[in-house]
């Protein structure tokens, strides 16, 4: 059987801490060295992937509940709900990867590392059980966990690749 993808969440007590920049280059840097990095986004406000016009927009509008587009290399499901999907639901879906990266979520149970800018606050909403590290520009922040430069990018990339990705 093989082994259960890690998930792990990158969140902070409020937007505008860098979350989505930092992740775009934990990705690229982790991809680099070959890994295959599953991402997801969790976003508040609703979003829209069907450009109006297009034809699985078409069929969205027409009454769809699920279209499908497929092309040669690369396939995507838009899926009408009711409520806002459940993490558990979204990334069982997901495949081909060795790691998903989660941008938010913070209430999840998943592991997270914490976000942490001085000029907006230095408290975490991570509760000690869950938190693997912070990343911050705070100079001394007193926590019982690594912590990391928002700079740091590959120093991050080999924290989740020794707790997460390497054989023991």
């Known amino acids: 059987m093989p082994a259960e993808v890690p998930v792990i969440c990158f969140v902070a007590a409020r937007s505008g801490t860098g979350k989505t920049t930092f ?7 982790m991809t ?13 406000h609703g979003f829209e992937i069907d450009k109006p016009g297009k034809d699985s927009w078409r069929f969205t509008q027409a009454g769809s509940r699920s279209t499908a587009i497929i092309g040669p290399d690369k396939f995507a499901l838009i899926q009408q709900t009711d409520t806002k999907k459940d993490l558990e639901e979204v990334i069982a879906l997901m495949s081909d990867v060795d790691v998903i ?33 912070v990343i911050t520009d705070v100079p001394e922040l007193p926590v ?15 924290f989740i690749i020794s707790k997460y990705l390497t054989e023991d």
């Open 23 to 29: 992740l775009e280059k934990l990705i690229k840097e």
């Open 32 to 44: 680099g060295r070959g890994y295959k990095v599953g991402a997801v986004k969790s976003d508040a």
């Open 101 to 133: 990266l989660v941008e938010g979520y913070k209430f999840s149970d998943r592991p997270r590392l914490e976000i942490v800018r001085q000029e907006l606050g230095t408290e975490l909403v991570s509760p000690a059980e869950k938190l693997l590290a």
């Open 144 to 158: 019982p966990v690594p912590i990391f430069d928002l700079d740091d990018v590959s120093g991050v990339a080999d």
